[in-house]
């Protein structure tokens, strides 16, 4: 199975501290994700990467930005982190070499910014 | 982007089979339907796919109506385990835009 891991459980940042958030995974995949989840929004999409150093915006990059140096590892950058930042980060990977291939997700990161 | 549409939430007994229905009537002819469940604490994880036939795998099963408007997720026999947030989102065949609402929210009762 392929495994997404993502580098923190928990975060608790201050107003205006740049944060990392890491997203690793094992299955050579093309395509990552990253998500935000809020309470009765679902999964809205930030940021994805079809291949290295290729990034493309979602619905709401605002805020962020990402890097994409290796093929295995999609970093989500929050340059000052603010309050409305605070949310349950969810990062994803697909495989394009097969058409309409399911999504896979690491088990996330709830970031509280104070 | 095609949306779909799925009660707030359902109430199973344990051991019973559930139907989790999923309203998607402006689905186009290169959109799949995917099924994904969000158990606490951790990220959603893969049920389901089709296009226009009926789906097994052993997790679930996915019914599909015959004009693609609407599909059922169907858990043959709940369990505890089960209960969880499932969201139906549509993906065009060429992308990978996958949108998700805010899904069903399953509880299972013992």
């Known amino acids: 199975d392929v495994k997404v891991t993502q580098s923190s459980r928990y975060l608790v940042k201050r107003t205006g501290e740049k944060v990392f958030l890491e997203c690793v995974q094992d299955m050579d995949h093309e395509n990552m994700f990253w998500y935000r989840q809020d309470p009765g929004l679902g999964l809205r999409l930030i940021y994805f990467s079809y291949d290295v150093k290729m990034k493309e915006k979602g619905d709401i990059p605002e805020g962020y930005s990402v890097s994409r140096e290796k093929k295995e590892r999609f970093s989500l950058i929050l340059e000052s982190a603010s309050t409305n930042q605070t949310s349950m980060y969810l990062c994803?990977?697909?495989?394009?070499?097969?058409?309409?291939?399911?999504?896979?997700f690491g088990s996330g990161t709830q970031l509280s910014v104070l | 982007d095609a949306k779909t549409t799925q009660p707030n939430s359902m109430e199973s007994n344990e051991e019973e089979p559930v139907h989790l229905p999923c309203n998607h009537s402006?689905?186009?002819?290169?959109?799949?339907i995917h099924w994904y469940r969000q158990l606490p604490s951790q990220g959603p994880e893969y049920v389901i796919h089709g296009l226009t036939s009926n789906v097994n795998n052993r997790m679930a099963s996915l019914a599909i109506a015959e004009d693609r408007k609407s599909s059922t997720l169907i858990l043959h026999r709940a369990t505890l385990r089960d209960a969880a947030v499932y969201y139906c989102?549509?993906?065009?065949?060429?992308?990978?835009?996958?949108?998700f609402g805010p899904g069903t929210r399953l509880s299972v009762l013992p």
């Open positions: 989102i549509l993906s065009p065949d060429y992308g990978q835009n996958f949108v």
């Open positions: 994803a990977t697909t495989d394009s070499r097969s058409t309409n291939e399911k999504l896979f």
């Open positions: 402006t689905i186009s002819g290169t959109d799949y």
